[in-house]
């Protein structure tokens, strides 16, 4: 059974910010394969099928680690098949990384997963929302996106459930030479 976890922060106050792209992977990806995110389990909202649970833990995105291993263990799922879905500041807008492994690049929500479930073996799909050019950080991921980003952004988080079914269907390598690249629109 593979693991698809959106980070992200619940409340209406932060649905359409920087800090939420993924809940909006996870959402898109509940449409596509068209497994509804209906179920309220361990204090995270659930899609399930026999091969695939969708979560977007209902917390804040730097406590979402507690929620993820508890996941993990209800549903006896192996970190080689987490897959966590994250906003990263250091890609460009639009750009998506496939990572295997690794640190938590400043990101706590991902520092958060590491530390409850005590490895840094899982995959990542991060989702570039670019650096800010005057705000500090933290102002910048939980403000929402610009009309420009808007209009991209449905293309953009589309791409990144396709990232996520290749990597399921297809293996890393695959998913990994088709979108670890920059974003040509």
């Keep these: 059974m593979y693991f698809i976890c959106g980070l992200g922060n619940k409340g209406l106050a932060y649905k359409n910010t920087r800090h939420n792209a993924g809940y909006l992977v996870v959402e898109r990806l509940s449409s596509r394969l068209g497994l509804p995110l209906c179920q309220k389990i361990h204090g ?4 399930l099928s026999d091969n695939i649970l969708l979560a977007k ?5 730097n406590l979402s680690g ?3 291993q508890i996941l993990m263990k209800e549903f006896n799922i192996e970190s080689e098949h987490l897959i966590i879905v994250h906003d990263d500041m250091d890609l460009e807008f639009g750009e998506l990384k496939i990572k295997w492994n690794g640190g938590d690049g400043g990101h706590r929500g991902v520092r958060s997963v590491i530390e409850h479930i005590g ?3 899982f995959f990542r799909l991060k989702v570039g929302i670019g650096r800010p050019k005057s705000e ?3 102002d910048y ?3 929402p996106f610009t009309e420009e980003e808007k209009n991209l952004l449905p293309e953009i988080i589309d791409r990144a459930a396709q990232a996520i079914e290749t990597l399921i269907r297809e293996g890393k390598h695959k998913a990994m030479s088709l979108y670890n690249r920059k974003w040509m629109r």
């Design 57 to 61: 833990p209902q917390t804040f995105m």
């Design 44 to 47: 995270s909202i659930i899609g």
């Design 136 to 138: 500090n950080a933290e």
């Design 66 to 68: 507690k929620m993820v």
């Design 141 to 143: 991921v939980l403000s």
């Design 119 to 121: 490895t840094r073996d």
